[in-house]
Structure formats: C-alpha cells, structure tokens
C-alpha cells in the first residue's frame, strides 16, 4: 500500500493506472476505521482494479462546538486495516494540501442540506460537499463509496455529483451494526457504559417502527412519536430530531407512501448519535 500526502503524487500515480485502463475506486473516510469503513473498501476492492482511500478529519464539517480536537485519529491502527483490505493507495492529506492556499470556493447544496442534520448543524453539509468536491477532483474515481448510515449525507452528495457532473458512479454500501444493533460509527467509543447498553434503543425503536408500518399504520405523526416515546421510556437519550420522509427527496410526509426514510439524531451525554432505516410503504 502506497501511502500519499500530496495531490501532486497521487494525481501523477492515479494517471498511470489510468493510462493502463485500471478501473479505481475511492473511499474517502476521516479514519478511525472500523468494520462500517472496512465493507466499503472491501465492495471498491471487489469492483475496481485500483482502491483508494483518503483518510482527512475534515475540520471544516465540524462546528466550533463540534469534537474536531478529540476526534480520533489512530492512525497506525488504520494502516494495518486499510492494507490487510487490500487498500492500494491511502491519500492522508494535511490542512495545509486540502486548505492551504486560502481558499475562496464553497461547494452547497439547496432544499436538501436544511432539514434534519442540516438543521442541527447548519454548517456541516457544506463543509462535506466541499471536500468531497475536492477530493472527487483530484482521484476522478469510476465508482465512490459511502454508506447509508449517513442517509442525508448520501442523498446530498449524490445531488451534488449530478448538479456539477461529475462522472463517478456513487455506490452507497448498507449499515454495518454491533451484534446488539448498534450501528458502527467512530464516535462509538466516546459512550460510557450506561449510553452504550442504552444507546441499543435507537435501532430497536427504528425495527419497531418498521413492524408498525408493516401492520397497516400510515401516519407519519404516530410513527415518529411511536419512535420519541420508546426511546425517552428506554433510556436517558436526548433527541434532537426523529424524521419520517420521502427517502429522495427528504420532504416530510404525512401519509406514508412509497420509500420511506425513518432518521434519527439522539445524544447520550455528549455523545451524538445517528440511524436510520428505510421502509417500503405500499
Ligand atoms: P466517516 O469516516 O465517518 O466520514 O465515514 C466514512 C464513510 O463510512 C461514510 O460514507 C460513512 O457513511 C461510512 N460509514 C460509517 N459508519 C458506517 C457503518 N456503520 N456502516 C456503513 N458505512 C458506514
């Protein structure tokens, strides 16, 4: 596994490849890999001749009150993971390569980016799109991964790469959970004990929701204080939002129909937390 810092490297390698017809697949992540990262790369590694990953806490996504300072970065750890997947490339880029050069240019997206995150951090989606335009630009991938664990993230970014035209095909890789249902995020380990047995609720109230709409229930107001009810009866979890919308659109919904997105935001102390499932409602 090469490992890369400058733009100019990779771009000078990525060309070589490319002059040899090899197929490359990206997977862009902020580290701390765990098994949610770890099965996006192994799909690039089975659909491309190439993969790449960039591993960038990107601090202009995180608000001022945001974890930047803490968030982990175990970089040795990462490695190890990263090359036993069969990782080719690892592009570990600094603030001075992403940002360096005082930068005047923002990537946003509209309508999208105002709901549910984007409400409760107003500055986040920017940032992402920013840097994944940026990154999309210097790896030209065929295929980019991400994961449905960042519902909204997809949704935005997918706009993002039709508006601008990019020519990268967006795979988006299902959750990957603990045992117990708790979906792998690098935040995970910041839960105590007592926000880790009760963290389990956000998955459990989301596959409950499911059976309801199973069941015949169609309003959307129920579900989602179906949701808001088991989760405070179950733990000591501060919601921040429970959102029950149009799966392409993230419009709000009344009455269920067709693909549905049910998404979450719940604190345990500090710690914030995000899931969310999809249902087809006939
Ligand atoms: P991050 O390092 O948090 O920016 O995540 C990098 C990519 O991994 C994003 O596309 C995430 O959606 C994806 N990801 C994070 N956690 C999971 C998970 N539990 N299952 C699947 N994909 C995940």
Request: with cysteine.
């Amino acid at each position: 596994m090469l490992v890369i810092k400058s733009v100019t490297s990779l771009r000078s390698k990525l060309k070589q490849y490319k002059k040899q017809n090899k197929s490359i697949g990206f997977v862009p992540t902020m580290g701390a890999l765990h098994d949610g990262h770890l099965s996006l790369i192994k799909k690039a590694r089975e659909q491309n001749d190439i993969v790449v990953i960039s591993i960038y806490v990107n601090p202009t996504q995180f608000s001022p009150s945001e974890d930047l300072k803490q968030y982990p970065r175990p970089l040795k750890q990462d490695k190890v993971l990263a090359e036993a997947c069969g990782v080719n490339i690892l592009f570990l880029p600094d603030d001075q390569t992403m940002y360096g050069k005082s930068p005047l240019t923002t990537v946003t997206v509209d309508q999208l980016t105002k709901t549910m995150e984007g409400k409760s951090r107003p500055t986040h989606f920017a940032g992402v799109t920013t840097i994944v335009a940026k990154l999309m630009n210097i790896v030209q991938p065929d295929k980019i991964y991400f994961g449905q664990k960042d519902a909204q993230q997809v949704i935005v970014i997918k706009k993002m790469a039709q508006d601008l035209h990019f020519d990268t095909k967006i795979v988006v890789c299902p959750i990957i959970r603990e045992k117990d249902g708790l979906a792998l995020s690098s935040r995970n380990t910041y839960l105590n004990d007592n926000h880790r047995r009760e963290s389990v609720i956000l998955y459990q109230s989301l596959k409950l929701a499911r059976q309801k709409i199973k069941n015949g229930e169609k309003k959307s107001k129920i579900i989602v204080d179906f949701i808001r009810e088991n989760i405070l009866n179950h733990s000591h979890g501060k919601i921040d939002y429970i959102a029950c919308v149009d799966a392409e659109l993230l419009k709000d919904i009344k009455t269920l129909h067709g693909k549905v997105l049910i998404a979450l935001a719940v604190k345990f102390g500090t710690t914030r937390l995000i899931d969310n499932i999809i249902v087809e409602v006939q």
